[in-house]
């Protein structure tokens, strides 16, 4: 008889970790710990946040009695790497040190990788990232910014993106190979996806000040009066990162990155909440209509998800500014544990092989043009 898996599954997010423990495909544990601003902000780098993260997710593990000493093997999402293709590649001591540093930058999924690694080789079994948020697949065109050291980037919520595109696919018929999806991910950052032919052709850059603004991200910002900021000698560096990273969008509006409380404020009147809700609606809905014009205007379907999807009224300020693009499918939250551990099982039933980190050689960063590496 087959042995059953059981997998760990770790996914830090910019207001939350979320956990799972997965017997074969079974979820046997799912848990979202939420993260407040108060807790976060003691730490001075989200690298920083390691041990605490570490802790409180091995509390609740024991506090639902989950013997981790039965596991075989731990997956979490992968950070801001070097750009690589999707898929799963085992946890590896270059890895670790390009996460530790952030070699692409600071986010919350830079902690994935470390804590799996560290989880995993107390226990002797191996470590995995699956899909990270610097998955590459843009198409050359879309690289160039019109600062040609300043080339657009491929930052983006690569698991869920694609976990949501395949199911999508899957219910309109078709394989995922053959589709044309704008796939809106919302979530403490967003991202919109022009996916052609399984390929996410364009993509905004979810992190670094491109986009729609988010709970807490500025996304574009007017660019001339960005650097007359930057250069007025009132602030340094990490204030500005901060205003466009972690304080930026409802954060810098309405001191809250929770769209929960915004729509409660909505409901008790809060024109100002309302207005600034709007306008996040209609920068998404620009962002999914600027990737309908990638597509040519051939789009299968749009598709919102994330945990602002959850948001009824924020679902229908999108939708009814979208609709003559395609029909909009809607899949709240996010299936990523899900997705970790379908390519963690992949690797484990000898499936596919995990792919090794860096993708080539040298170990230095690899590009594609349309969907070619070269
Ligand atoms: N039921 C809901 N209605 C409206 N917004 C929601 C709901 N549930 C979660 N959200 C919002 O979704 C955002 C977090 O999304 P999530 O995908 O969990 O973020 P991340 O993974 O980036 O931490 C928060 O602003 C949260 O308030
Ligand atoms: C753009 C990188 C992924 C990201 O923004 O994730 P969160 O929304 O979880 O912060």
């Not at 544990?29 to 003691?42: A, D, G, M, N, V």
């Not at 920083?48 to 013997?67: H, M, S, V």
Request: proline share 3%; hydrophobic share 40%.
């Amino acid at each position: 008889m087959q042995q059953t898996l059981r997998v760990l599954v770790i996914n830090p997010g910019s207001t939350s970790t979320k956990i799972g423990v997965f017997d074969g495909e079974h979820c046997i544990f799912e848990r979202s710990i939420k993260h407040s601003i108060e807790e976060l902000s003691k730490y001075k780098r989200i690298i920083d946040q390691y041990a605490f993260r570490k802790q409180i997710l091995l509390e609740q593990l024991d506090y639902e009695g989950i013997n981790i000493s039965k596991l075989n093997a731990v997956c979490a999402r992968g950070g801001l790497l070097r750009p690589i293709e999707g898929g799963t590649y085992e946890v590896n001591e270059i890895m670790l040190q390009d996460l530790k540093i952030g070699h692409n930058g600071q986010h919350a999924s830079n902690l994935g990788g470390i804590i799996a690694y560290e989880i995993a080789s107390g226990l002797n079994i191996p470590s995995f990232i699956v899909d990270p948020v610097v998955v590459d697949e843009l198409h050359e065109i879309a690289r160039v910014s019109g600062v040609p050291e300043i080339p657009r980037k491929s930052i983006f919520h690569a698991l869920n993106q694609k976990a949501a595109a395949r199911k999508a696919a899957n219910e309109l018929g078709k394989d995922y190979t053959e589709a044309n999806l704008i796939v809106t991910h919302m979530g403490g950052g967003i991202t919109i996806g022009a996916h052609k032919n399984g390929q996410v052709i364009d993509v905004n850059n979810g992190l670094h000040g491109d986009g729609p603004f988010s709970p807490e991200r500025a996304g574009t910002t007017p660019v001339g009066d960005l650097v007359s900021m930057c250069f007025s000698g009132q602030f340094y560096l990490d204030e500005v990162m901060k205003k466009l990273v972690g304080g930026g969008g409802l954060m810098a509006y309405l001191h809250t990155n929770d769209a929960i409380e915004v729509e409660h404020r909505i409901a008790g009147g809060d024109n100002y909440a309302a207005h600034i809700y709007d306008a996040m609606a209609y920068q998404v809905s620009k962002e999914i209509g600027s990737m309908g014009t990638v597509l040519a205007g051939k789009v299968d379907a749009i598709v919102l998800t994330g945990g602002l999807a959850y948001g009824k009224k924020f679902v229908q300020l999108i939708t009814e500014r979208v609709d003559w693009i395609a029909d909009t499918i809607v899949y709240p939250g996010e299936d990523e544990l899900q997705a970790l551990n379908e390519g963690t099982l992949r690797v484990l039933r000898n499936e596919e092989p995990a792919k090794e980190y860096p993708a080539n050689q040298n170990g230095e960063e690899c590009s594609t043009v349309n969907g070619e590496r070269i």
